[in-house]
């Protein structure tokens, strides 16, 4: 197989990070006066960033808050999470074998996520997974965000791929729909971060573990006769 490129999500894909970004919400509501968002909910609301973290646990409590109150709760967890980036934070089992089997098939890897780019490198630094990806690309890297599918022909671009040789990985319809927007082949995780079971969302292939990952890949990549 020639070189391809597998573009993935971050939260609730390769990192089970939503223990610390619930954790950060919460302490940023709590610091506000506010109720605390119960995991089990705050889990799904991790997908669109923290600003829209910050409004759907606002929209949970009946809550409308003035935008400039917002922005000053967005910065509050910004500057908190931060230090507390990998506090719990992990990669989900059996990452690092399905990424040592597909780059021994020529993968490049690179990751796609509406959390802001220094972050995600600040995370990914933690877990000391950064120099497994050739490109890290947040919604501030680009002026965009998903679903828009210009941030991931963008990022194939700047891992020096190709979109008619990608895969991207991700667990929610944000995901999904980012991938069918740019029109390349999408696989779901079903352990990540969302209310719908994925495989109600269309996605071309559903794993439940990351060893199944690289034949899921390669079955979307290989030309059928």
């Known amino acids: ?113 509406n959390k802001l780019e220094w972050l995600s490198r600040r995370l990914l630094d933690a877990l000391n997974l950064s120099a497994r990806f050739v490109a890290i690309c947040g919604q501030d890297t680009f002026g965009v965000h998903k679903p828009d599918p210009e941030i991931l022909r963008r990022t194939i671009k700047q891992a020096g791929g190709r979109v008619d040789q990608s895969v991207v990985v991700g667990d929610s319809a944000t995901d999904i729909d980012t991938a069918r927007a740019a029109a390349v082949p999408v696989i779901a995780v079903d352990f990540g971060y969302t209310e719908i079971p994925v495989a109600q969302l269309g996605p071309d292939r559903v794993i439940g573990h990351f060893d199944k990952l690289p034949g899921a890949v390669f079955e979307l990549l290989t030309p059928h006769t």
């Open 1 to 113: 197989m020639s070189a391809f490129t597998v573009v993935f999500d971050l939260d609730g894909t390769l990192v089970d990070s939503a223990p610390d970004l619930v954790a950060t919400l919460n302490t940023v509501f709590a610091r506000e006066g506010l109720a605390p968002v119960p995991y089990d909910v705050a889990r799904n609301m991790v997908g669109g960033g923290a600003r829209r973290m910050i409004e759907l646990g606002l929209m949970a409590d009946g809550r409308a808050v003035a935008a400039r109150d917002i922005d000053r709760m967005f910065e509050d967890f910004i500057t908190y999470y931060a230090a507390h980036i990998a506090d719990h934070s992990k990669p989900f089992p059996g990452l690092t074998g399905a990424l040592d089997q597909l780059a021994a098939r020529g993968a490049q890897f690179a990751v796609c996520t």
